[in-house]
Each structure stands twice: as C-alpha cells, then as structure tokens.
C-alpha cells in the first residue's frame, strides 16, 4: 500500500513538472522563470500576505527585525562597497575594483515605501555594474510609517544636492518599484525647480498611481503571483500619510510628464502594476518625451531580480540604455531626442 502510494505521489509530480515545462514552452517562457512563477511565488505564501492589509503592520515589525540586507561575501570580493551615514541613513556606493566608466547610477530600491533593502537589489546592482562600469549609490531612504513621503524626498533631495549636485549629464537615477516612484517623482521635482536633470531614468516595474484604482490593475490582480491590490494600497497610504493618494506628489502618474530626462521601463504583463508602466509610456509620448518601453511576456513584478533568462535579456538592455544614455550627453544630446520603443519581448 505504501508503495502503491509512492507511486501515485510520483505520478502527480511527473504530471506536475511535465505541465509546467509545456506550459513554459507554449508561453515562451523560460522554465525557471515558470517554476518561480507557478511554484516557488505560490509555495512562499507572498500573495496570500499581500492580500491581507491588517497584518501590514506585523509584517513590517517582522521585516525589521530582519533587514537590510547586507553585501554578500561574494558581491565584496567582486566590488569595493563602502558605507556613509547621512542625516541618519546609510548610503552605500559600490564600484568596481578596475577601471570605472565614470557613468553613477543613482539606484533606489523598492519595497513598497515600507521595507528596506532585500537581497535581490544587491543582484540587480551587481547585474547593472557589470554591464556599464557605474558606481552605484543605493540609500537606504527613509520609509513609513516611520516617515512619510515627506521625509523621503527631502533626504533624497539633500542626497543629490551633494557631490551629484554636479556631472548629472554621468548620472543615472534608476529604481524598481517604489523606487521607480520615487526615481520619477524625482525628476519632476528637480525640472519643476529648474534644476538639472540626469541623464536617464531607468525603471524596472516602478508603482505610479498609488490609488490602485486603475481597472486594467485589478483585472491583473489574479494573475499576479506575489501582489495584491490590498497590500499596496495599505502600503500607500501609510506613506503617504495624510495626502490624498491622488496628490500628484504621491503618485507621479498624475503629475506633468514633460521635461523628464530618457525613460526606459521595464514591466512584465503578470504584475499588478503593469498598467502604470503602459500608462507612463503613453503620457511620455504624448508630451514628446524621449521613451523606449521593454513588455517581457508572462513574467511577474522586478523579474529583473530573478536569476532567470529573462532577467539577463532585460538587464543587457538596461546596460545599453545606461551606456546610451551617458555617451549621448556628452557627446550629443539630440542624438537620444527619440529614440525608438524598447522591444516587446
């Protein structure tokens, strides 16, 4: 009998395996990223947790007891990574330990204005120094409910009113996320003061509309195996504080899109948040903003994070958009007037 019921436990993960490796074929998408998206994303139970927006609070007590994540013994071996404290916040630049392209890259992590910086940002960072030669400066910004948003740009705010006050046409400012939101809403502070802007920005499944109201989001939302609209909007607003979340300060989506730097946006059309990457690419080019959108099919939130095939395509194309971006401004800035729109893989 307990053979008979081995058998059986086999023949239901053969079945199991044999499924998802036709469904990755037939969707063409990568098999580990399959895996992570119809296994390992479900297994871990991130869904169910975003979907419960009372228990936010737990979740944040429980992610700092744990966080940041820290450089790995590896990633220090490779790179030189130091450490500085500004009004109270750690900033860490990580470069190369050869020749630098002297490109920065002003890089904000997401975790929903809530968590603190995870071990898939340090992979994304190391993916991106190699790839261009950048130094990167990765804040650990102030989050709620500690601080509001708020606090949040004026830290930022300080931060480049230092020594990348100065060579922005060298300077990046690129995020996933959260920090996608934070990385546009940025930019539209510094044009609307008449403040230089950087070179680019590069924005992996960046949140844009914090109101979550969008109807394409929620016809997303079963589809999304880590997100939830609960969660994010829970989220949001602890962020956001007392400000409506329509407040073009929160949600840069409803602030003028004209007078940015080059965008390029990375999304995936199983995240939540995919709409606001479609919505930012067409206000962009609806005020004749230079934009190049990269659609990767079937894949979920910052699947740039992920060691999968896809990620490696995406970040190859983020290193040249970097490299193009950089070259361009130093060298002739009307050569990236319009550049044309990122492949829709």
Aim: glycine residues 8%; proline residues 7%; contains cysteine.
């Amino acid at each position: 009998m307990v053979t008979g019921m081995r058998r059986a436990a086999l023949a239901v993960v053969g079945a199991a395996a044999l499924g998802l490796v036709v469904r990755a074929r037939t969707s063409g998408v990568s098999l580990r990223a399959a895996l992570i998206n119809d296994v390992l994303l479900p297994l871990s139970g991130m869904k169910r947790k975003a979907r419960d927006a009372r228990a936010l609070p737990r979740q944040i007590a429980r992610h700092r007891r744990l966080e940041p994540a820290r450089p790995s013994a590896r990633l220090r071996r490779r790179l030189i990574v130091d450490a500085e404290v500004l009004d109270g916040a750690e900033v860490f630049t990580i470069r190369p330990r050869g020749a630098s392209s002297g490109t920065t890259i002003l890089y904000l992590h997401g975790g929903a204005w809530v968590f603190d910086v995870l071990a898939p940002h340090w992979w994304i960072v190391d993916a991106l120094i190699a790839r261009t030669g950048a130094r990167v400066i990765l804040p650990r910004y102030p989050l709620a409910p500690e601080w509001t948003w708020r606090e949040t740009y004026a830290f930022l705010e300080r931060l480049l009113g230092g020594e990348l006050a100065t060579d922005r046409e060298r300077l990046i400012v690129a995020g996933d996320s959260a920090g996608g939101c934070l990385s546009v809403g940025l930019c539209q502070r510094l044009h609307a003061r008449g403040e230089k802007c950087p070179a680019g920005l590069l924005l992996f499944s960046p949140a844009l509309d914090l109101t979550f109201a969008d109807p394409q989001v929620h016809a997303l939302a079963p589809h999304d195996p880590m997100l939830a609209v609960a969660g994010c909007r829970a989220a949001a607003r602890l962020w956001a504080a007392e400000t409506p979340l329509t407040d073009p300060r929160i949600s840069p989506l409803f602030d003028r899109l004209d007078g940015l730097p080059p965008v390029t946006i990375f999304t995936g059309t199983r995240d939540l948040l995919h709409p606001d990457s479609l919505r930012l690419h067409q206000g962009l080019r609806g005020a004749g903003q230079a934009v190049a959108l990269h659609c990767y099919r079937g894949m979920c939130h910052v699947f740039v994070g992920a060691p999968i095939p896809e990620a490696d395509r995406a970040l190859d194309e983020a290193g040249a958009f970097v490299r193009g971006c950089v070259g361009a401004a130093t060298a002739a800035p009307d050569r990236v007037a319009n550049p044309p729109v990122g492949r829709r893989a």
